[in-house]
């Protein structure tokens, strides 16, 4: 069994999710996990395939005219297994008015805790009644054995009254998506 990653990116349009997917079982591959996403006019998309051996080289010529047939750029990457997480599964939400430097200061604190994200999805969106522009974010995380979740909340504290921000740490609900 191999791994591997791919990422594409290009002008939105329909059939892109489509035409990967297509791609990888006509290989017999299989998509492990996926994220997508429309960015401004950009759609972008990383996935977790798994083949058998040798199987990420003819993706990846097959992947270079898909992109070139629809004007994306594709990389396909080998890579190892998903990793096993070590700690406890922790999330991080934030919301404030919309203001630079907000994802800078969260996860710099996170770099000083040698604490590695997991999963970040950040955007804007019109508050309800006044239509400002707020900015949320969700960081899913690791917290490993015997690492300080009291220090961490208490510099997150800190960055949360230096920047005007809702901070919350908690432990991550199970989730799956059903289908």
């Known amino acids: 069994m191999e791994y591997a990653v791919i990422t594409a990116i290009g ?3 329909v059939g892109i999710m489509d035409r990967l997917a297509g791609e990888v079982v006509s290989l017999e591959a299989n998509i492990e996990e996926s994220r997508a996403a429309i960015l401004g006019g950009e759609f972008a998309v990383i996935m977790l395939v798994t083949g058998n051996t040798g199987f990420a080289k003819s993706l990846g010529m097959r992947l270079q005219a898909t992109g070139e047939a629809m004007g994306l750029s594709i990389t396909v990457k080998p890579t190892s297994g998903p990793a096993q997480p070590m700690g406890l599964p922790y999330v991080i939400e934030s919301l404030s008015l919309d203001t630079p430097g907000v994802v800078h ?8 805790n040698n604490i590695n994200i ?5 955007g804007v969106r019109a508050a309800p009644l006044s ?5 949320s974010m969700r960081i899913a995380f690791n917290i490993k054995p015997g690492a300080s979740l009291a220090a961490l909340r208490k510099e997150l504290a800190r960055v949360a009254s230096e920047h005007d921000l809702d901070i919350e740490v908690h432990p991550a609900k199970a989730t799956a998506i059903s289908s």
Do not use: C, N, R, Y
């Open 11 to 13: 002008s939105d349009q």
């Open 105 to 112: 200061a969260i996860t710099s604190v996170l770099k000083a």
């Open 118 to 122: 997991e999963d970040l999805e950040s």
């Open 131 to 135: 239509g400002s522009p707020m900015f």
